[in-house]
């Protein structure tokens, strides 16, 4: 089915369009002003979007679950039915599901049911390992009894039971032994992230880490006389850096340093979300550990942050009103950089050829409506 959006301004991740169009059916066929706007015979659909703003579908690389659903659960159909949660309210038309610790027989459950998954559900991209080779000091909310130095042999064993999905992996470079670790990431197209870490800056340079997981959030802060992960992730050019812009995790003005200083190429939106976003506040769980979850904040017993429940659409509207950003920027932080950094080749940006990822936002950036893979989804909540 080919469709048509037109008088919509579109953010393609590369210009702007005031008054443009888009054709698609599963990947876009033309893009541009309307004034090079001619109706096709094979045209199925046509929506006239005046007043309406057209961005990339919102790549998130960093979500445990949400829904009432968890990654880490490894049930293939109930991932894939999170993730089109995820593609309907959010606009989230790539997804890494993103794992923890948690012992090496639960990861390994957890890699076959999202490899699973992902021949239902192409909008998963990739997996996510976080943990378990990090620091019980920045445990974060990884439970501690798990954490462990790098184990090559396990994490290999899991690689090939994902079918070689494993895209990021968050780490502390700190551990013992990471060189072996570090040269087979690299070596297999793996991002190394450095997260739940309580590394140097100089053992920072000498890592090969180019990403740093929730930015701030459980790692060796910044520090006059050590500037640690954060201030070195914030002083590198070459480090990506995962930021959750929902004011809980990070204070306003501290999301807005960050941006001054990495600029919106090198950030990246995630929500790290868990089970119990979309769902009633209430008693939820991560890793077998309570969740109490009340004022849009996760939390475990001991008051520990445990994941978000932010929602995508949210994240992309708070890094505008936090950091005074353009649309244009936001987008970059939203789906640009994760393409880029991810080399997901088809996604990223609204060119022709690409896949037809598109998120379609109101005067107020709400989300009305999300095209994946060319396919309609709307917001429960509509």
Partial sequence: MTTVVKHATIYTGTEKIEDGYLRFDQQIQAVGPMADYHPLVSDDQVFDLAGQTIVPGFIDVHSHGGYGFDAMDGNADEIDQMVQKMTANEGVTSYFATTMTQSHENIAHAMVGIKKAATKNPVIQGIHLEGPFVSPLFKGAQPEKYIEGPDLKAFEHWNELAGGMIKLVTYAPENANCAAFERYCLAHGIVLSVGHSNATRAQMKQSLATHVTHLYNAQRELKHREPGVTGHALLEDNIYTEIIADSFHVYADMIK???????????????DSMRAKGMPEGVSELGGQKVIVQDQQARLENGHLAGSVLQFPNAFRNIIKFTGCSIADAVKMASGNQAREFNLTQKGTLEVGKDA?????????????????GRSFNPENN
């Avoid at 190429?265 to 995630?270: A, F, I, N, W, Y």
Wanted: net charge negative.
């Fill in 357 to 373: 990822d598109l998120n379609v936002l109101d005067s107020e950036l709400n989300l009305v409506q999300t095209f994946s893979f």
């Fill in 257 to 271: 340093l960050a941006y001054q200083l990495k600029g919106a190429d090198k950030m990246e939106l995630v929500t």
